[in-house]
């Protein structure tokens, strides 16, 4: 008799440990995935982002230089304004192209993205006001009956051109420290998930060596 309950405590304690073990496992399982859906999108969003704005760029210059196969609002608006909702829905928490944001729990990313949509703001009535200065400058050297360009709109359109360049460097700049922030939040996130993986690790053996 006392056999059978010595035998029956211990299966009992079997069973009890199997279950931890099987919640700890499943518990470290539904953590990893859903750090893991929360991060993806703001890994990925700078490089979109860069990659959106440095072509909007690109083509604007191809656009100043006369390429008349290019459109301002195709091809350089439109990539501006597709960063815009990006970083928009990154701030937001919401649906984007990039997946679904979660509102960032972290001040610091949610400021440093504030700062972002501002600037991206900025790059775009940067490029409609720049390439309104090339419209009035093209139709001020075409009023020039002797063919000289005026320069009074030279000017102006150098100080539109330096205009567009500081908002372009300032916006990528801050992408930089947005991705640089997102770096630090994920390998906080690695570390977290390393340590209750030991330690769920750690946990399941000890009890194992208990009832051994």
């Known amino acids: 008799m006392m056999k059978m309950r010595s035998a029956l405590r211990v299966t009992l304690m079997f069973a009890i440990i199997g279950l931890m073990a099987t919640l700890l496992v499943a518990y ?3 953590i990893t995935l859903k750090t893991y859906q929360r991060n993806l999108p703001y890994i990925t969003l700078g490089d979109d982002v860069r990659h959106k704005v440095t072509q909007a760029h ?8 006369g ?3 290019l ?3 195709n091809d350089v608006i439109e990539p501006l304004t ?6 928009q829905g990154a701030y937001d928490g919401k649906p984007t192209e990039l997946g679904v944001f979660e509102k960032a729990a972290d001040e610091g990313i949610r400021v440093i993205l504030k700062e972002a949509i501002i600037e991206n703001e900025k790059l775009i009535a940067a490029a409609q006001e720049r390439w309104e200065g090339q419209k ?3 139709a001020s050297v075409a009023r020039d009956s002797a063919g000289n360009i005026i320069p009074t709109a030279v000017e102006a359109t150098g100080a539109l051109d330096q205009n567009f360049d500081a908002a372009y460097d300032k916006f990528q700049n801050t992408i930089d420290r947005l991705v640089n922030h997102v ?3 994920i390998a906080a996130d690695n570390i977290y998930l390393n340590t209750i993986s030991w330690v769920s690790i750690a946990l399941v053996l000890l009890g194992f060596a208990s009832i051994c």
Do not use: G, P
Not at 58 to 65: D, G, N, S
């Open 67 to 69: 390429d008349k196969n």
């Open 183 to 185: 770096n630090l939040s």
């Open 28 to 30: 470290v399982q539904r």
């Open 71 to 73: 459109k301002l609002e």
């Open 82 to 87: 597709a960063s815009l909702q990006i970083l």
């Open 58 to 65: 690109l083509w604007f210059e191809e656009m100043l230089a």
């Open 136 to 138: 009035q400058l093209e």
